[in-house]
């Protein structure tokens, strides 16, 4: 019988997703209404509530971090270890952004039982690392872009920082 | 803050990026220490051309860009190479808060700058013995 992951829904992980971001930036969450965001550039006329758009947002992000998570601990031995900071990394930015140790346990998209080379994992990462970026560009509330835009800065840093023969192949 | 309060201070950033990147060029050898000469000539190239970019970008908006200030902040003591890679180091620490304010006050292709920007600073610092940090820039 398969083993059950972790259930997590998108609702539950988005709303802990805000609570996170909020004690990340030291604010109170009306800081993260891009309405009360004197940074936000949203427009108040928008039929859309903005933080709707957020909300979506900061889901997406959770996934796509999960996914690289899983990713990076399916790289085989010895290699593995090169990736150890870029696990850690990934974890800190869901903790950051509020998702539970249940969504960092999770792995949706890739098997455990399946590896993944190390070349593959690093071009996951620069994927990552582009969504990320793009993630703040979209971002309505002006915290939320500058929060995604270092977690993107940060995965470049942490690439950079691979050991040369890391993902060569 | 608005979009041209943003770039007047990434530009006064800018500014002291140049000349501080001339400064620590000035104190290094191209011969006896050619991999940080060349690092610090490449983070003033990309730093003026910010510049430049900055400027072309204000006058557009038709504001007046801030001017460079008369002289910036350096140590006495830049006669070792310790002492030019921790200045450069802070430099882009520096660069990198100040990307980040950028991208919270912009929006569209002026904050995907900023973010680019911000990667740029996070990523030029590591040439200087900088670490690899959790959120660089906040």
Redesign the interface.
Known sequence: MPRRQPSVTRRTTVGVALLGLAAVAGCDLDDLDPRSD??S?TDPDSSAPPEDADTTLVAGVVVDLTGLLATVRAVPRPERAAFR?LAR?HR??LL?LGADEAVTAASPSVPASEPVAAAEAVRQERRL?GRL?TA??AAQS??L???L??????V???L??LPGEVGAR | MSEVDALQTVLAAEHAAVHVYGALGGQTSASAQPGLYAALQDAHAVHRDRRDRVVAQLEGLDATPVPAAPAYELSADLGSTAAVTARARELEAGCAATYGFWVASTTGALRRWAVESLTDAAVRGLAFGAEPEELPGI
């Open positions: 004197p940074t550039p900071p990394l800190q930015h950051a690392q970026a703040a560009v002006g915290e872009a500058r929060l835009a270092a977690m993107s800065a940060a470049a840093q942490h950079a920082a």
